[in-house]
């Protein structure tokens, strides 16, 4: 596929798939997140929701102790 001059190219999204620990199977919406123990596991976003589950991503950074 070649570009026109100008235009800015885009960047293809991609499907991941991941384990979601908490219904235990995989799915293409699960993201990492933090469980109570602070334990990171991936979650799906049906589960994420249920669960109230925070991205890892939307988290702040902590310094290590």
């Known amino acids: 596929m070649q570009e026109k ?3 800015v190219p885009t960047i293809p999204e991609t499907a991941g798939i991941a384990w979601c ?3 235990e ?5 699960a993201r ?6 602070g ?3 991936f979650a799906c976003s049906s589960c994420r929701e249920a669960y109230d589950l925070s991205l890892v991503a939307d988290q702040p950074c ?3 102790s």
């Open 62 to 64: 902590t310094p290590a």
């Open 21 to 23: 620990a908490w219904h």
């Open 25 to 29: 199977s995989y799915s293409n919406t």
């Open 32 to 37: 990492l997140v933090r469980d109570s123990s």
């Open 39 to 41: 334990a990171r596991l």
């Open 5 to 7: 001059s100008g235009e």
